[in-house]
């Protein structure tokens, strides 16, 4: 059974400062993982989807990469804001019959001005 | 539409009422879930719809859960003598081919609250 763990639950750090969100994973049998956000009272926003075969995907001041073998994925953010606020959830999408995404309970992240 | 589009946003309701809440995915999206968000919790997976496909229903609970999907379109999670526990943020995404391969679109939930 695949399960999804992020650790810390909440971060909260100062304006500016570069972060690293980590998720990890038990079973490397993956068709991809995607990094989500989402802001208080609404729903997930995708961020990025690394599919199996790739190690990174960029878009602006986020970097996710991915190491299916050591079960890992990071989520790289630069330059942060306070815009950046929110909860951040990593999800993997399984190989075989059952095509549900598992998710992390998600990093709270405070980005303080 | 532009995105998945759910409703009821809020439904408060009283223990032993029926409940039905709907989502509509994005135009020509053939794959749809349905997520549980419970306080403090991560996402529960309830079901998973692909095109004309028997639905993964793993997830349910209990048998007071159904779901269906007309058309292969707009999806109806219907909730019967709802029960406090049941209290939660329901989710439902939809992604274009097949599931697990696609990148997942999200509406905004339908906050459900049992009396």
């Known amino acids: 059974k695949q399960e999804v763990t992020q650790i810390p639950a909440a971060l909260s750090v100062p304006e500016g400062e570069n972060l690293v969100l980590n998720c990890s994973f038990t079973d490397s049998a993956i068709y991809n993982l995607q990094w989500f956000r989402q802001d208080p009272g609404k729903g997930l926003t995708s961020l990025l989807l690394i599919q199996s075969s790739q190690r990174e995907q960029t878009s602006g001041r986020l970097n996710a990469s991915l190491d299916k073998s050591s079960g890992r994925s990071t989520l790289y953010i630069a330059a942060s804001q306070p815009g950046d606020s929110a909860t951040y959830l990593c999800a993997v999408s399984s190989t075989g019959a059952n095509s549900k995404l598992t998710f992390g309970k998600g990093i709270t992240l405070s980005v303080r001005p | 539409g532009a995105g998945v589009s759910q409703s009821p946003s809020n439904k408060v309701t009283e223990k032993g009422k029926d409940v039905e809440l709907r989502c509509d995915p994005i135009s020509g999206h053939t794959a749809l879930y349905w997520y549980r968000q419970s306080l403090g919790q991560g996402l529960e997976f309830l079901i998973y719809f692909q095109g004309n496909s028997a639905p993964d229903k793993s997830g349910l609970p209990s048998d007071r859960f159904s779901a269906e999907r007309t058309g292969g379109s707009v999806s109806t999670l219907t909730i019967q003598r709802t029960q406090q526990e049941d209290s939660a943020v329901y989710l439902c995404?939809?992604?274009f081919g097949r599931g697990n391969t696609g990148e997942l679109f999200f509406g905004e939930g339908s906050r459900l609250t049992v009396l």
């Open positions: 995404a939809s992604s």
